[in-house]
């Protein structure tokens, strides 16, 4: 705790007094703090970083490490995918039901936390934001519970093993083709012994 304490504290205090760049910081930090713009964050960031890492695993074999990636490969596309899916239509209808007119109850306001009345105009919209981004997340995460199990698994074994199959039919293309040259090279030799042993009218004899 006192070596967080501590990094904490190194870092300068920095006040933004401009008010056209606060906009835009306001704006960057509500975009990246939205459920779906966060969990899309978060799935370009690994599978821009974690195949790569299990692909280049010295402590397994090449086929290992390729099997490792695919998997890791399809967890990733699928979780991104049902996450970002779930999580924009979870805020979506937080954002239809969470009214900041709360004089009468409707549909429109169910969600909406009856407090925000008594805050102040210029803290109103902040907070009703805050509570938004917080209770999408969470129910996000509730129903996601359920689609990992039914969505996000078979999603991840079919990109895998499509994957996996692609790698199989890619070495064995590049064994067959390993082969047709052997063969190339053995029967180029067998042709520059011919012809060595018609110039030189050798009957028989050794391999050159």
Partial sequence: MK????LFDMIP???????DRLKILNKIGDYMGRPFENRLIMGVTAIATQPFIDEHNKRVDKDTARAARNRTVGKIIAGTAVGCLVRSGVYKLIQKTTSEDISIDRWDNFLT???TSKVSTHLQKNRLRNYRTVASTIIAMLVMIGTNILLDVPLT????NYLNKRDAKRKKEEIDNNKNINNIQLNNKKTV???FKNKFNISSGGSL
């Fill in 3 to 6: 070596i967080s304490q501590r």
């Fill in 13 to 19: 205090n920095w006040s933004v007094n401009n008010k």
């Fill in 113 to 115: 936390p009856r407090g």
């Fill in 157 to 160: 074994t079919r990109i895998s």
């Fill in 193 to 195: 012994q011919e012809h």
